[in-house]
């Protein structure tokens, strides 16, 4: 059963025009060093900031008319085998759905886009193609990866695809290679890492690119998507 490991009642930034709450599932199949919710991979759950699903509805059917949407992001959604069940409960209420994933799980992507219960999905494309096994440790991690890429691309919903760079895990001549991945697609953000709380504390702000940088980093990602921006 899905583990709701908190809550932001209300967000104006993670879905594009909307007025959102956001629904952070428990629990990952990746450990990214830059991670910014190590209490959601690596730390046991915490029993303060847990939501139990019915209280989660209670307040969602009290908010009806005064936000748009739900985002539902982790750790991983992707995890849970049931998580079709919570979309299907939220969008019940008339709100919109937004999905984040790693693009891990294209065969459960797949079953939410034939569902119709999905409205925008945001997709994280990590790594170039050499470096997604070597970094993940998943030997098929490209062959997953490139799949969720295609089932967005052709689901008829909208979506992004976005990559968090970090300096000394990834090169500026990077965004070439993971935009070829993606070539063609409708919007791609760049983000720079910020230093905060990560699953490896030892990241700082010489891990974050320089201004220029970034602007390299955005013109090699250009060449294969038009639409590409620092975010």
């Not at 791609?188 to 220029?212: A, H, V």
Request: aromatic share 8%; charged share 30%; net charge neutral.
């Amino acid at each position: 059963m899905v583990q709701i490991g908190g809550l932001e009642k209300v967000s104006l930034l993670d879905y594009p025009g909307k007025i959102s709450a956001i629904v952070f599932t428990y629990g990952c199949n990746l450990r990214c060093e830059y991670c910014h919710n190590p209490e959601l991979v690596i730390q046991e759950l915490n029993k303060e900031l847990q939501v139990n699903r019915e209280d989660l509805i209670n307040y969602l059917k009290k908010r009806i008319g005064k936000i748009d949407a739900v985002v539902i992001t982790g750790g991983e959604p992707l995890i849970y085998h049931d998580i079709n069940d919570l979309i299907n409960e939220i969008k019940s209420l008339g709100l919109l759905v937004k999905l984040d994933t790693n693009g891990f799980f294209p065969e459960k992507l797949q079953e939410l886009i034939d569902l119709n219960i999905l409205d925008y999905i945001a997709m994280d494309v990590k790594y170039t193609a050499e470096d997604y096994s070597s970094i993940t440790g998943d030997k098929d991690a490209l062959e997953k990866v490139k799949k969720s890429i295609k089932i967005i691309q052709e689901s008829g919903i909208d979506y992004e695809f976005r990559t968090t760079f970090v300096k000394g895990i990834h090169k500026i001549n990077d965004s070439e290679g993971i935009a070829k991945l993606i070539k063609g697609s409708k919007r791609y953000y760049i983000q720079n890492f910020r230093p905060g709380k990560t699953l490896n504390p030892t990241l700082d702000i010489s891990n974050s690119f320089k201004e220029d940088e970034l602007k390299k980093i955005l013109l090699g990602a250009k060449k294969f998507v038009k639409n590409s921006q620092i975010r």
